[in-house]
C-alpha cells in the first residue's frame, strides 16, 4: 500500500515538474525521483513536431498550389467566364494587379496606409491580449469571479465588430480611439475565451501536488497554471490577430481617413477595381504575417510544449 502511494506521489511530482518552467523546477524543496538522471539508453526519445522546416517536397508543393491558383485566377478574368453564379467578367486579372501594387508601392501615401493600420492593429491587439489573459486566468481560477464577469462578457461575445461601429464613434472623441476599440473587442474574446478554456483544462492534481510542495498562490500562478495554459493562450493570441484585422479594415471602410481598408473602400468608390484586389491581398499578406509572429513568438515562449502527435498522409 506505501509503494502504491510512493508511485503515486513521484507520478504526480513528475506532472508538475514537466509543467512547470526550468526556474520552478529547481526551487521544488523535494526534486522528484522522475528528475533523477537515468542511464541514456533508458530514455526514450521523443521527436519534436511542431518546429523546424519544411521539407523541400512539401514547399514545392505549396508553391506549386499558389502558382495554380494565380492561373487559374489569370485564366478565367482574361476570358470572361461566366458561371452563372458567379462571374469574373469584371474582375481584374494578376496581369492588371501586379502594375496597380506597383504603383502603391511608388506612392508616398504607401507608408500612411501601412503605418496607420499597423498603428491600430497592434494598439487594440496589446490591449486585448492583456485584458483577455487576465481575465481569463480570474475567471478560469475563481467560479465568483466566472458567476460575475462571464455572463455579460458571453453577451458582448456575438456581437460583430461592424455593430460596434456607431455606438464606439459616439464612445470615443476621436475616429482613432474608436477604431482601436473595435479593434480591442475583436480581438479580446479568442484570446479570453482560449485562456479560460486553457486554465480549466489544468489537472487538479498539479495543482495539488504543487501546494503539497510548498508553492503559494502567486507561484502557483507564474510556475504552474500559466506556463501550463500558455499552449491555449498563444493559439487564442493567433486567433486574436486575424480578427483584429478583419474588425479594423471593416472600420477603416467607414470611419478611417487612412489605412489599408479606408484604401480598398476608396477604389471602390472610384472604381479602380484592381486597386481594390491590391488591398485585399495587402490585408491577407500583413494578417498572415502577424499571425505567424504571434506563433513563433509563443513557440519560443512555451519550449517545453509539443503537439501530440503528427499529419499522416
Not at 218 to 225: P, Q
Request: charged letters at 10%.
Amino acid at each position: 500500500m506505501l509503494g502504491a502511494q510512493l508511485a503515486i506521489d513521484r507520478d504526480l511530482e513528475f506532472e508538475v515538474a514537466a509543467t512547470c518552467t526550468p526556474s520552478a523546477r529547481k526551487a521544488l524543496p523535494v526534486q522528484p525521483a522522475a528528475l533523477i538522471p537515468v542511464a541514456e539508453a533508458e530514455v526514450p526519445v521523443v521527436p519534436a513536431t511542431r518546429s523546424g522546416r519544411l521539407q523541400p517536397g512539401r514547399l514545392a508543393l505549396r508553391l506549386a498550389s499558389l502558382l495554380a491558383f494565380v492561373l487559374a485566377w489569370q485564366l478565367a478574368s482574361q476570358y470572361r467566364v461566366n458561371f452563372g453564379l458567379v462571374t469574373f467578367q469584371n474582375v481584374p486579372a494578376p496581369s492588371e494587379v501586379l502594375p496597380a501594387l506597383w504603383s502603391l508601392l511608388q506612392s508616398p501615401k504607401v507608408g500612411y496606409h501601412v503605418g496607420n493600420s499597423l498603428y491600430r492593429v497592434f494598439g487594440g491587439f496589446l490591449a486585448a491580449t492583456l485584458a483577455g489573459i487576465l481575465l481569463g486566468l480570474l475567471i478560469g481560477r475563481s467560479k465568483s469571479a466566472s458567476d460575475l464577469l462571464l455572463p455579460p462578457l458571453e453577451v458582448l461575445r456575438p456581437i460583430p465588430g461592424v455593430a460596434w461601429i456607431p455606438l464606439a464613434i459616439l464612445m470615443f472623441p476621436s475616429s482613432e480611439l474608436s477604431m482601436i476599440y473595435i479593434t480591442f473587442m475583436g480581438a479580446l474574446f479568442p484570446i479570453l475565451l482560449n485562456t479560460i478554456h486553457g486554465v480549466e483544462a489544468i489537472d487538479p492534481r498539479l495543482t495539488a501536488t504543487a501546494r503539497s510542495l510548498g508553492a503559494g498562490r502567486l507561484r502557483l500562478f507564474s510556475e504552474v497554471i500559466l506556463p501550463a495554459a500558455a499552449p491555449s493562450i498563444v493559439t487564442g493570441l493567433s486567433i486574436g490577430m486575424g480578427t483584429s484585422w478583419f474588425c479594423l479594415v471593416t472600420a477603416e471602410m467607414i470611419a478611417g481617413q487612412y489605412g489599408i481598408g479606408y484604401y480598398t473602400w476608396e477604389s471602390y468608390n472610384l472604381q479602380r477595381y484592381a486597386d481594390i484586389v491590391v488591398g485585399m491581398l495587402l490585408i491577407g499578406l500583413f494578417g498572415m504575417g502577424s499571425s505567424v509572429i504571434v506563433k513563433k513568438l509563443g513557440a519560443l515562449l512555451t519550449p517545453w510544449y509539443h503537439i501530440k502527435g503528427a499529419r499522416h498522409d
